[in-house]
């Protein structure tokens, strides 16, 4: 039960605690549910075979003495489940101090991603990816623009709710790198089913790298097609929503697009990002993701082909 | 038969003939027409429901699907959600009490028969209401809970989410009534004899039910109400910026939603007993812990209900508490499972369709009770909320729980309606088909919500490895629609050409079997005296019965709550059609409401005439009273004015 995905397939501290959890209910519910159908068809057999119904005073006090043994026993079995419950809770609802902290906040319909630092030019945003360090405890703060959503990322933890008007938090540490997936597990409307993130767990080297280089501006054009293409897109409609650090737009409506081409996804996890899937998006994004906010785009084929060459460029 | 007792029964058939024609059904305010009706309207809503489904199935059976939109499909589950919710598991439940609990306790009607009357139509109204709207492109798709803001005026705008919380309006209305009726009834209507101690445990699970619909219905009647106002007339209940609260919303949705899970499922565990005690030929083990088991459950079930919001980021020590509370819940039903297998154990079984799919409920439902367990612990909830893990449970409790137990109970009391047997066949090849579709459906859910599959999607991508789970899922749901027109083709052929059952075909204990089959309108000639717990088991050859009633106005027999001792007489309406009317003008009010509120004001006034119609004594009541007066006086050696 491998997954990129999978609450089953755990690659850090909590959700391998949930994990270790579920077996333990997962186990103690099956020996219940065995035990219980097995007297069920045992009663089955000795009720077919018999003519008249046996209810005189000693049958009637077994059989009192077997339903409370039977309640006993289920709530010793429910005692234990719940103090390990309670003591699973514990361990991955606290958390020391955190080395990192991320920003998640939920639009319809896709992430927007933050990492805060004190220095205003440190700061990192971008869209329906999160990167962290693996064997670091991180503090994830969610919080959201419109309806309400949650952020789950089972392979991490479960899921916290995005909630108008409140800051929710919690804590994931990764213990292997990897790509996960993540996705919006309340129904937030029209697109629910197409807001995913992707969640790539590496070594505090190479996220050391990544942070670096999302806190550079976004490069500059290097063709003739690319400087064109960023003239189109600061004069399209497209700076009403998007930013691109280091241009002039720095609308915060839509995803930032400053490092755009470093990501896998696009439209939040609903496409591959290709030159395929890009031009499409821009030019019918509604077709692609019906209700979405980003509108559809009259562009002529070279327009096309010029911003598409530039936002390529992002990386 | 004496020559008294025909004149009575030629007497009791004329004051309760049941008028005919389309007024005569408009005017009908007999317990067991309504019943059958509620019942009957109920399937149909199951049916589209479950038309509403097998379309989601379809949708998912292929991922990146484009058979269906995502506005369509959101549609969809909402209206699945909410037809099953609200417009088949409660009302078909209150049916059958409405059909069953008057002769089960051994009285001619329920109390207020117009109230009755105007339940059944409000609640078909407020359905016609939702589907219209629905044909006409306005179908709510917000989710059956209809969460803030996205509920909001905000972002859903139109009329999809007013018809929703408008639709909730009419079911409430609905369900209240039932309620207080069957209370009345179940408290002050029962034969002398059946003190509070040898009530039928459907009854008893009725009981229980209607107390927690009046407690849990006001919560959300607030919470959609709020919700009518933030989007009609902009009050800010739950706007956050102007200083309501979105999670408000949720603490009142949840604190009915819950006890509504359990208003679903407890009917179902009064159905169980009665079907076990009939075909284990002995009275359930453990009466008085059944009885407490029931109530406990109805008391515990108002405390768990913010276990359906462990992701909102509540303190972990009231977590801690309600998931506590959860678990415990747990014991009581746990202690029923067990006192039915002590019933089997010591029982003398006879295996008929009924009893099956009681043993269909063992299977299923303790599935869903273990899951629900699960899902009672926060750090698993986490993971499993709304994921289709959740899809699995509680279509395990609500299907196992509940709907296993009703078809059982279709069967059972099958003859008692139409006076013939179903074919036991069929019967138990839809039970099969049943039980091994359901597993096939439901079952891979659990495997897709653990394996991160949410909720509410209308679509997945190939790379998700959710393919073949879910193809599996939506074939399984063919072996369900097969079991079901079965199972109705059964009955529809059955009624008319099955072997005639006579009174008691199973030899069950309560006093319906001891009535005609289909009963009579005044179910029975002579109100019974019971004499034990199982009151046809227990009954002497010479058992006595009450005389004295009068025959030619609609009579019962009011008794004292505890010891069902004889207390007075009380006449009762008869068919009217003022309740449809009032319907009528009720619909109008809510319906219009949500288009201008003037409307509600208009429609609150009709309503009022229709009430002074109501409400209007009957000259020859009046008359009647009168005459009864002076003969009192002259008996007594008063003098009389003339």
């Known amino acids: 039960m491998t997954g990129i995905q999978s609450a089953l397939d755990p690659a850090g501290v909590q959700a391998a605690q949930i994990h270790n959890l579920w077996h333990l209910f997962l186990w103690v519910c099956a020996a219940v549910y065995v035990v219980t159908v097995a007297f069920f068809l045992l009663a089955l057999i000795k009720g077919r075979r018999r003519v008249e119904p046996v209810v005189d005073a000693a049958s009637e006090r077994r059989m009192t003495i077997a339903v409370g043994t039977g309640a006993g026993v289920t709530i010793v079995a429910l005692l234990g489940l719940l103090t390990a419950s309670v003591a699973t809770g514990h361990a991955i609802g606290t958390f020391g101090n955190a080395k990192l902290e991320i920003q998640v906040t939920g639009h319809q319909w896709w992430w927007e991603v933050t990492y805060p630092h004190a220095e205003a030019d440190k700061i990192i945003?971008?869209?329906?990816?999160?990167?962290?360090?693996?064997?670091?405890?991180?503090?994830?703060?969610?919080?959201?623009?419109?309806?309400?959503?949650?952020?789950?990322?089972?392979?991490?933890?479960?899921?916290?709710?995005?909630?108008?008007?409140?800051?929710?938090?919690?804590?994931?540490?990764?213990?292997?790198?990897?790509?996960?997936?993540?996705?919006?597990?309340?129904?937030c409307g029209m697109q629910h089913a197409n807001m995913a993130l992707v969640v790539v767990a590496e070594s505090p080297a190479d996220f050391d790298?990544?942070?670096?280089?999302?806190?550079?501006?976004?490069?500059?054009?290097?063709?003739?097609?690319?400087?064109?293409?960023?003239?189109?897109?600061?004069?399209?409609?497209?700076?009403?929503?998007?930013?691109?650090?280091?241009?002039?737009?720095?609308?915060?409506?839509?995803?930032?697009?400053?490092?755009?081409?470093?990501?896998?996804?696009?439209?939040?996890?609903?496409?591959?990002?290709?030159?395929?899937?890009?031009?499409?998006?821009?030019?019918?994004?509604?077709?692609?993701?019906?209700?979405?906010?980003?509108?559809a785009n009259v562009l002529d084929a070279q327009q096309l082909n010029d911003v598409v060459a530039y936002l390529e460029s992002l990386r | 038969m004496s020559e008294y007792a025909l004149t009575d029964e030629r007497e009791l058939h004329a004051t309760w003939k049941p008028a005919t024609g389309l007024l005569g059904w408009l005017s009908e305010t007999g317990h067991k027409p309504i019943g059958l009706r509620y019942i009957v309207t109920a399937m149909c809503f199951f049916g589209a429901a479950g038309l509403e489904a097998a379309l989601m199935r379809l949708q998912l059976s292929r991922p990146?699907?484009?058979?269906?939109?995502?506005?369509?499909?959101?549609?969809?589950?909402?209206?699945?959600?909410?037809?099953?919710?609200?417009?088949?598991?409660?009302?078909?439940?209150?049916?059958?009490?409405?059909?069953?609990?008057?002769?089960?306790?051994?009285?001619?009607?329920?109390?207020?028969?117009?109230?009755?009357?105007?339940?059944?139509?409000?609640?078909?109204?407020?359905?016609?209401?939702?589907?219209?709207?629905?044909?006409?492109?306005?179908?709510?798709?917000?989710?059956?809970?209809?969460?803030?803001?996205?509920?909001?005026?905000?972002?859903?705008?139109?009329?999809?989410?007013?018809?929703?919380?408008?639709?909730?309006?009419?079911?409430?209305?609905?369900?209240?009534?039932?309620?207080?009726?069957?209370?009345?009834?179940?408290?002050?209507?029962?034969?002398?004899?059946?003190s509070l101690n040898r009530i039928p445990l459907f009854v008893w699970s009725m009981i229980v039910t209607s107390f927690m619909i009046l407690f849990a219905m006001p919560s959300v009647m607030?919470?959609?109400?709020?919700?009518?106002?933030?989007?009609?007339?902009?009050?800010?209940?739950?706007n956050q910026s102007e200083g309501g609260d979105t999670i408000l919303y949720q603490h009142l949705?949840?604190?009915?939603?819950?006890?509504?899970?359990?208003?679903?499922?407890?009917?179902?565990?009064?159905?169980?007993?009665?079907?076990?005690?009939?075909?284990?030929?002995?009275?359930?083990?453990?009466?008085?812990?059944?009885?407490?088991?029931?109530?406990?459950?109805?008391?515990?079930?108002?405390?768990?209900?913010?276990?359906?919001?462990?992701?909102?980021?509540?303190?972990?020590?009231?977590?801690?508490?309600?998931?506590?509370?959860?678990?415990?819940?747990?014991?009581?039903?746990?202690?029923?499972?067990?006192?039915?297998?002590?019933?089997?154990?010591?029982?003398?079984?006879?295996?008929?369709?009924?009893?099956?799919?009681?043993?269909?409920?063992?299977?299923?439902?303790?599935?869903?009770?273990?899951?629900?367990?699960?899902?009672?612990?926060?750090?698993?909830?986490?993971?499993?909320?709304?994921?289709?893990?959740?899809?699995?449970?509680?279509?395990?409790?609500?299907?196992?729980?509940?709907?296993?137990?009703?078809?059982?109970?279709?069967?059972?009391?099958?003859?008692?309606?139409?006076?013939?047997?179903?074919?036991?066949?069929?019967?138990?090849?839809?039970?099969?088909?049943?039980?091994?579709?359901?597993?096939?459906?439901?079952?891979?859910?659990h495997l897709l919500g653990l394996m991160g599959m949410p909720r509410r999607v209308y679509t997945y991508g190939a790379q998700m490895g959710w393919t073949a789970l879910n193809q599996l899922a939506s074939a399984g749901a063919v072996f369900i629609v097969a079991s079901i027109v079965i199972m109705l083709t059964n009955f529809f052929v059955s009624r008319r050409s099955g072997e005639p059952a006579g009174n008691n075909p199973w030899n069950a204990d309560s006093l319906e079997w001891s009535t005609a089959s289909p009963p009579p309108p005044y179910n029975f000639l002579h109100i019974p005296v019971v004499s034990g717990a199982n009151a046809l088991w227990?009954?002497?050859?010479?058992?006595?019965?009450?005389?004295?009633?009068?025959?030619?106005?609609?009579?019962?027999?009011?008794?004292?709550?505890?010891?069902?001792?004889?207390?007075?007489?009380?006449?009762?309406?008869?068919?009217?059609?003022?309740?449809?009317?009032?319907?009528?003008?009720?619909?109008?009010?809510?319906?219009?409401?949500?288009?201008?509120?003037?409307?509600?004001?208009?429609?609150?006034?009709?309503?009022?005439?229709?009430?002074?119609f109501w409400f209007w004594p009957k000259r020859e009541d009046v008359e009647e009273h009168l005459e009864n007066e002076r003969k009192f006086t002259l008996e007594r050696g008063g003098e009389v004015p003339t």
């Not at chain 1, 002039?248 to 030159?275: F, S, V």
């Not at chain 2, 059909?99 to 359905?127: D, I, K, Q, S």
């Not at chain 2, 058992?543 to 009068?550: A, D, E, H, K, L």
Request: include cysteine.
């Open chain 1, 125 to 187: 945003r971008t869209a329906n990816e999160i990167h962290i360090p693996t064997g670091t405890p991180i503090l994830v703060r969610v919080a959201t623009r419109d309806v309400i959503h949650s952020l789950w990322m089972p392979n991490l933890h479960g899921k916290r709710d995005l909630i108008p008007g409140r800051v929710n938090k919690f804590w994931i540490e990764a213990d292997r790198p990897g790509v996960f997936r993540g996705q919006c597990a309340e129904y």
């Open chain 1, 209 to 295: 790298r990544w942070e670096q280089h999302q806190r550079t501006p976004a490069p500059d054009p290097k063709t003739a097609e690319q400087l064109r293409g960023r003239q189109a897109f600061l004069s399209l409609p497209c700076v009403n929503c998007h930013a691109i650090t280091g241009t002039d737009a720095y609308a915060t409506l839509g995803p930032d697009l400053t490092h755009l081409a470093t990501r896998t996804t696009l439209a939040a996890g609903t496409l591959i990002n290709n030159k395929g899937n890009l031009s499409g998006w821009i030019l019918n994004a509604p077709a692609i993701k019906p209700g979405n906010q980003m509108p």
């Open chain 2, 64 to 194: 990146n699907n484009t058979l269906l939109g995502p506005d369509t499909y959101n549609q969809l589950f909402t209206m699945h959600g909410t037809t099953m919710m609200f417009l088949f598991a409660v009302p078909v439940m209150e049916g059958m009490a409405i059909y069953l609990v008057p002769l089960m306790v051994g009285t001619r009607n329920v109390a207020f028969p117009r109230l009755n009357a105007y339940g059944y139509f409000v609640y078909l109204f407020g359905g016609i209401f939702i589907y219209t709207m629905f044909a006409l492109g306005a179908g709510a798709d917000a989710g059956w809970f209809a969460y803030v803001p996205l509920s909001g005026p905000g972002f859903s705008p139109g009329k999809r989410v007013d018809t929703w919380s408008q639709m909730i309006t009419f079911t409430e209305l609905s369900a209240l009534v039932v309620a207080i009726e069957i209370t009345v009834t179940a408290f002050k209507q029962r034969a002398p004899g059946m």
């Open chain 2, 222 to 238: 607030l919470g959609s109400g709020f919700l009518a106002l933030d989007r009609l007339v902009a009050t800010h209940f739950f």
């Open chain 2, 253 to 445: 949705f949840w604190f009915f939603g819950h006890p509504e899970v359990y208003i679903i499922f407890i009917p179902a565990l009064g159905f169980i007993s009665m079907i076990l005690s009939a075909f284990t030929g002995r009275k359930v083990f453990g009466y008085p812990v059944m009885v407490s088991s029931l109530v406990f459950t109805g008391f515990m079930a108002f405390g768990l209900w913010v276990h359906h919001m462990f992701a909102t980021g509540l303190p972990q020590l009231g977590e801690s508490f309600f998931t506590a509370a959860s678990i415990v819940i747990s014991i009581p039903t746990g202690v029923q499972i067990f006192c039915w297998i002590a019933t089997l154990w010591t029982g003398r079984l006879v295996i008929r369709t009924p009893l099956l799919y009681v043993l269909g409920f063992f299977i299923v439902f303790i599935i869903g009770g273990l899951s629900g367990v699960m899902i009672a612990s926060v750090p698993l909830d986490l993971q499993l909320h709304d994921t289709f893990f959740i899809v699995a449970h509680l279509h395990y409790v609500l299907i196992g729980g509940a709907v296993f137990p009703l078809f059982g109970a279709f069967h059972f009391w099958f003859p008692k309606w139409t006076g013939r047997m179903f074919s036991e066949r069929m019967g138990r090849l839809s039970f099969w088909l049943l039980l091994i579709g359901f597993n096939v459906t439901f079952f891979p859910m």
């Open chain 2, 538 to 612: 227990d009954a002497a050859p010479d058992q006595p019965f009450v005389t004295g009633m009068r025959t030619h106005r609609r009579e019962v027999l009011v008794t004292k709550t505890l010891d069902a001792e004889p207390d007075h007489r009380e006449e009762i309406p008869g068919a009217t059609i003022v309740p449809f009317f009032l319907a009528l003008t009720t619909t109008v009010a809510l319906w219009g409401a949500i288009f201008f509120a003037w409307w509600f004001t208009v429609g609150t006034l009709l309503s009022v005439i229709v009430l002074l």
